[in-house]
């Protein structure tokens, strides 16, 4: 086991009896609280830099899969409520990712007016989800490849 070397660092009375009352309340050492205070803000630092090394096609995957649950959910559980966060859910992938969801939002919308809804509805909902997912894979694809092109162009 190695030895631990310790130092001292100044803090102003406010931020220690804050260091203390944390301590105590987790039965933990001050110096473990400073470090998870400080480990922490170091990764919320890096996280912009963690998520633009996503690759395009996680991102695609995420928003394909969290558009497919709200849709889906709405469909299972018909409310107002559920209907509104999923326009919400829907219009707001739209826009971060540059797609249309006029097709979508208008299916949707059909499907929330018509009074007895059979399985030709929900078809017509989940067709127009597909054609969307469709649209968000060409569109990162062509993201992806002007990508390429320009890292070639800045290489050569």
Do not use: C
């Amino acid at each position: 086991m190695t030895k631990i070397e310790w130092k001292h660092i100044k803090v102003p009375d406010f931020v220690h009896e804050k260091l203390k009352q944390m301590s105590a309340r987790e039965k933990r050492a001050i110096w473990q609280v400073v470090y998870d205070s400080f480990t922490y803000y170091e990764m919320m630092k890096k996280r912009p830099l963690l998520k633009s090394a996503l690759p395009t096609l996680d991102k695609a995957s995420w928003y394909i899969a969290k558009l497919s649950q709200a849709v889906t959910w709405y469909i299972v559980t018909q409310s107002d409520e559920n209907y509104q966060l999923t326009v919400k859910t829907v219009s707001d992938i739209g826009s971060r990712l540059g797609v249309r969801m006029d097709t979508l939002l208008g299916a949707l919308e059909i499907y929330r007016n018509t009074r007895r809804k059979t399985s030709k509805h929900r078809a017509m909902v989940l067709k127009a989800l597909k054609e969307t997912v469709a649209s968000i894979i060409l569109r990162i694809s062509e993201e992806e490849k002007k990508e390429e092109s320009s890292e070639k162009t800045s290489a050569g």
